[in-house]
């Protein structure tokens, strides 16, 4: 039960006693709740069912609250609490979807973009390949002129020797 409520006994409209002792709830400790009216400031005239053993001398009780007019007012308010829930959580799934659309759109473009990676790696790959032979003729070429390099300055001199040798005799 709420703190600070003044329970009464009397009854506040006989169509709420006849309803209500026809669907008369059972507490959590195997009694039959008893019909009050509040008298608080709040919820003045407002008929509770309460554990039958509240305020009784001595008798433990289990403290047993449900307000006697929740099956019509409140049940209203609760199924349009539940409405806006639902509209709530339809709004969040809603979001969620669009935001797992965004990541995979985001996942095909890494994806994309990956595979441009990898074919622009083949191609630097093949490059560098290309690059290797071409160094590779450009040795071969270069240990060929070497080689050619000493014949031909032996040729050269020979040149002049003779050259030297016949022009001074």
Request: charge should be neutral; proline fraction near 4%.
């Amino acid at each position: 039960m709420l703190s600070g409520e003044k329970v009464s006994s009397e009854d506040s409209s006989s169509s709420l006693v006849t309803h209500t002792l026809r669907n008369n709830p059972m507490c959590t400790c195997d009694s039959p709740a008893s019909l009050r009216t509040s008298n608080t400031p709040r919820n003045p005239g407002r008929s509770f069912f309460g554990c039958s053993k509240y305020n009784s001398q001595g008798l433990p009780h289990c403290n047993y609250f449900k307000w006697a007019d929740s099956d019509s007012c409140h049940e209203k308010e609760k199924e349009i609490e539940m409405l806006r829930k639902e509209e709530k959580l339809q709004k969040t799934q809603l979001e969620v979807q669009q935001h797992i659309k965004e990541v995979q759109r985001r996942e095909e473009e890494v994806q994309r973009r990956e595979e441009e990676v990898r074919s622009w790696m083949e191609e630097i790959r093949n490059w560098m390949e290309e690059i290797r032979k071409r160094e590779g003729e450009l040795f071969k070429r270069d240990l060929g002129v070497q080689r050619q390099c000493p014949s031909v300055w032996l040729y050269c001199i020979i040149c002049i020797l003779l050259y030297l040798y016949f022009s001074q005799s």
